[in-house]
C-alpha cells in the first residue's frame, strides 16, 4: 500500500490473484526481497515461509516433459513444462534458497542438486533438463554471408567469424543459425545469428549435472532463452518489431526481435544498483541542507528533508525496494519519510541514462542498420514492475510497452496458483523460456551446427535406406502379385490339360509305360542297324555331294570299325575325344588320296575351301591333313596333291 493509504496497482493485482486462489499456497519471496522482510499487507505465515516455493497445475500426460533448471546467485529456480504435440502445458515451478551463499562453488552442490531436482521433477528418466550459461562473456552478434548451398554453410559462417572475432576453437563455442534471405545492393544473402560462449562455461555446467547424475540435454544463454518465449508462441507480440529489456542489479541488457529472432542484444552498464547510487547522492545532498542541490526536471521539485542523516547502499536499497515494490520498512529506518514519486524523483538520472541508452540503441538499430521502427517493448526485471516508473520510461521512449509476465494467468491459465506479485512472477522468465525449449527452436551449446549437420546426414542416409526398402518391398510386392497372376493362369492351363488327359482311353499306368518303352528301345536297334547296313553308301554319298570338280579322288579308304551290335554301340558314348581320340584304331576313319586340278594360284582356295565344307558335314568330323605337296602329273601337268584323314560322326 502507498504513501496516503491508496491502493497501488500493484496491490491491486495482488488482491485480483488473491480472489483467485490462496495466496499462501503459491511461493516465499523471492530473491533478496524475501531476506528478512515481507511485503505489505501479506499475511505473517506466507512472509516467513522458506520452503521450496513453486506452484503446480494439473498434470497431463504427454510425450515429453522439459526442466528448466536457472542456478542464480541465491537460489535454484525450476520449472517443468509438458511438450505433447500442442501449446505446452505447465507442469510446475519451484524456487529453492540455498543455505549457505556460496552454495553453487561448494563441492557438495551437485548432491544438492540431484536431491532438489529429485525433490520436485522425479527420476531423471522423466524429463530433459535444459539450464543456462552465463551470457556475460558471451557475444551474440548477426553476420551475412552470400548465399551459398546448404551444405556450404557452415563453411562460410565458421570462416567470416574467424576472420572477424579471431577466437580460439579450444576456448569458445561457435554456434549459429540461418534466419532469413535478404538483398544487399542488389546481391541475395544470407542473414545469420551467431554467438560465442567460453568453453569452459559449457564444459563446467555439462560437468555439474554429469556429477549430479542428470543428463543435460540443453544449454543456452540469455537472450536465446528469451526468444525462446516469444517462438514457443507462449508470449505473443502483435508488433513485428519488438524489443526487450531486461533491468537487473548491475547491468540491463536490450534485445531487438523481428518476426520472433534475435536481431540484435546489447548489455548496458546501468541498472538497479545505478538507481541505489542515485538514491543515495540525492539524498545525502538533501538531507544537509534542506535544499535541492541538483534539478532532476524542469517541472518537479525536490522533496525536502528534515533528517540529516545519511543513507547507505544497503539502507538506500531497502527504500528503493519499499517505496517501488512494496516491501515492509520501519518507520524509523532512514528513508522512511520518502513517498514513491521522491523515490522516483531522486533515482531518475540513473533512469534517464538508461533511458538514453535504449534511445542510441533504436537508434543504431534503425539508421545504421537500416532496420524497421521499433514498433513494441517488454520489459522484465524486479524493478520494471513498478508501474509510475514504467509510465515514465514509456513517456520517454514514445512506444507501446508491456510487463513481460509469462506467468500472468493470462498465459497459465485461471486455476494455476502462482507467485502472487508480478515481481516473484518475473523471476521465473528465464527458467520457464528453457523449459519450453527445444533443439527445433532453441539454439543449443550442447547440440551445435557441427552436431546438427551430422544427425541431418544420419537422417538422409536413414530417409534414403527407408526409400529403398521401400522401393525393394514395392518390387517385391510387384513381383509376388505377378507370380500369382503367372501361378493362376498354369493352374488354369493345368486344370485344361487334365481334363483333356481325362479324355485318353485307355488310361496310361506304369506297365503301359514300360511296354511303350520297350516297343521304343526295340525300334531304336532296328533303326541302328539300317544305318550300319547304309553307313557306307551314305559317305560315299556325301563324299561325292561336297567334292567339287577341281577335285579328284585317286584313292578312298573307309575303315568302319568291327562290326558291332546297337547294344554295344550305346556303351561308346563315354569314350575319350580329340586328337588322340581320333587316332585310335577302333574309330571309324575315311582316308582320302585326292589332287586338286586347275590355276596354281588357286590350290589353296579350293583346298581350303573344300576341307571347310567336310568339316560342316553332319557326317564327317574335323579332317587331319598328312599330306599336302604340288605334283607335276603328265597328264594334268602341276597339281596339288593331298592326303586327309577324316573320323566319322
Known amino acids: 500500500m502507498a504513501k496516503g493509504g491508496k491502493d497501488t496497482s500493484t496491490d491491486k493485482l495482488l488482491n485480483v490473484i488473491r480472489g483467485k486462489g490462496d495466496a499462501s499456497a503459491g511461493s516465499s519471496a523471492g530473491g533478496g526481497a524475501g531476506q528478512g522482510k515481507g511485503r505489505k499487507g501479506r499475511g505473517k505465515g506466507a512472509g516467513s515461509a522458506r520452503a521450496p516455493r513453486g506452484a503446480k ?27 505433447s504435440g500442442g501449446r505446452p502445458k505447465l507442469l510446475g515451478f519451484h524456487r529453492i534458497p540455498y543455505e549457505t551463499p556460496d552454495a553453487p562453488d561448494r563441492p557438495d552442490f551437485p548432491q544438492f542438486l540431484k536431491a532438489k531436482l529429485s525433490e520436485t521433477c522425479g527420476s531423471p528418466k522423466g524429463y530433459e533438463a535444459w539450464s543456462l550459461v552465463s551470457s556475460a562473456k558471451s557475444e551474440l552478434w548477426h553476420i551475412q554471408i552470400p548465399k551459398v548451398p546448404r551444405r556450404q554453410i557452415p563453411d562460410a559462417v565458421y570462416w567470416t567469424v574467424k576472420k572477424e572475432k579471431q577466437f580460439d576453437d579450444r576456448e569458445f563455442i561457435l554456434d549459429f543459425e540461418v534466419q532469413e534471405e535478404v538483398v544487399e545492393k542488389g546481391q541475395p544473402k544470407l542473414s545469420i545469428m551467431v554467438y560465442l560462449t567460453p568453453r569452459k562455461q559449457v564444459e563446467s555446467l555439462k560437468s555439474l549435472f ?27 507480440s502483435d508488433a513485428r518489431t519488438y524489443a526487450h529489456l531486461y533491468v537487473g542489479r548491475n547491468w540491463s541488457r536490450i534485445d531487438i526481435f523481428t518476426n520472433n529472432n534475435i536481431v540484435l542484444s546489447r548489455g548496458i552498464k546501468a541498472g538497479t544498483n545505478s538507481m ?22 524542469m517541472e518537479d521539485e525536490m522533496p525536502q528533508l528534515s533528517s540529516t542523516q545519511a543513507l547507505t547502499q544497503d539502507q538506500a536499497k531497502h527504500v528503493l525496494r519499499s517505496k517501488l515494490l512494496g516491501y515492509d520498512m520501519s518507520t524509523a529506518q532512514p528513508g522512511a519519510e520518502l513517498g514513491q514519486e521522491d523515490v522516483l524523483r531522486m533515482i531518475r538520472p540513473a533512469v534517464e541514462r538508461l533511458v538514453r541508452q535504449v534511445e542510441r540503441t533504436f537508434e543504431y538499430y534503425t539508421t545504421t542498420m537500416g532496420k524497421d521502427r521499433v514498433e513494441k517493448i517488454f520489459f522484465s526485471g524486479e524493478i520494471t514492475t513498478n508501474r509510475m516508473l514504467m509510465e515514465f520510461i514509456h513517456t520517454q521512449l514514445g512506444i507501446n510497452s508491456q510487463l513481460l509476465d509469462p506467468l500472468s494467468p493470462e498465459y497459465v491459465g485461471p486455476g494455476a496458483v502462482g507467485p502472487v506479485t508480478e515481481s516473484e512472477r518475473l523471476e521465473y522468465n ?52 505377378w507370380q500369382q497372376t503367372v501361378i493362376g493362369a498354369k493352374q488354369t492351363e493345368i486344370a485344361t490339360l487334365q481334363a483333356q488327359l481325362n479324355q485318353y482311353q485307355p488310361q ?48 578312298m579308304q573307309l575303315n568302319l570299325g568291327p562290326g558291332e551290335q546297337p547294344e554295344q554301340q550305346e556303351q561308346k558314348q563315354g ?63 602341276e597339281v596339288l596333291h593331298f592326303v586327309i584323314h577324316i573320323n566319322l560322326m
Open 430 to 481: 528465464l527458467v520457464l523460456a528453457l523449459a519450453l525449449s527445444d533443439n527445433t527452436i532453441t539454439p543449443n551449446l550442447l547440440f551445435t551446427y557441427r552436431a546438427k549437420e551430422r544427425e541431418r546426414q544420419v537422417r538422409r542416409m536413414d530417409n534414403a535406406i527407408m526409400a529403398m526398402a521401400g522401393l525393394i518391398v514395392v518390387v517385391l510386392f510387384g513381383i509376388y502379385l
Open 575 to 637: 569314350r575319350r575325344r580329340g586328337r588322340n581320340a581320333r587316332q585310335d584304331d577302333n574309330e571309324q576313319l575315311l582316308i582320302l588320296d585326292a589332287v586338286v586340278l586347275g590355276d596354281p594360284e588357286q590350290f589353296d582356295t579350293t583346298l581350303t575351301s573344300y576341307l571347310i565344307k567336310l568339316e560342316n558335314s553332319r557326317l564327317f568330323d574335323a579332317p587331319v591333313i598328312h599330306k599336302r605337296v604340288v605334283e607335276d602329273f603328265s597328264t594334268s601337268g
Open 210 to 236: 554429469h556429477k549430479a547424475g542428470i543428463k543435460l540435454a540443453g544449454a543456452t544463454i540469455s537472450p536465446i532463452a528469451i526468444q525462446t518465449l516469444y517462438r514457443s508462441r507462449w508470449v505473443g
Open 57 to 83: 497445475v494439473a498434470r497431463k500426460s504427454s510425450s515429453k516433459v522439459v526442466v528448466g533448471v536457472d542456478i542464480g546467485p541465491d537460489s535454484l529456480r525450476v520449472a517443468r513444462v509438458s511438450h
Open 276 to 297: 541505489v547510487e542515485a538514491l543515495v547522492e540525492n539524498y545525502s545532498s538533501l538531507g544537509g541542507t534542506g535544499e535541492a542541490t541538483i534539478s532532476l526536471s
Open 508 to 555: 496310361v499306368n506304369r506297365n503301359l509305360l514300360i511296354q511303350w518303352a520297350r516297343k521304343l528301345n526295340q525300334k531304336n536297334i532296328d533303326l541302328k542297324r539300317a544305318s550300319q547296313m547304309y553307313e557306307g553308301m551314305s559317305v560315299v554319298s556325301e563324299l561325292s555331294r561336297l567334292t567339287p570338280p577341281s577335285i579328284k579322288i585317286t584313292d
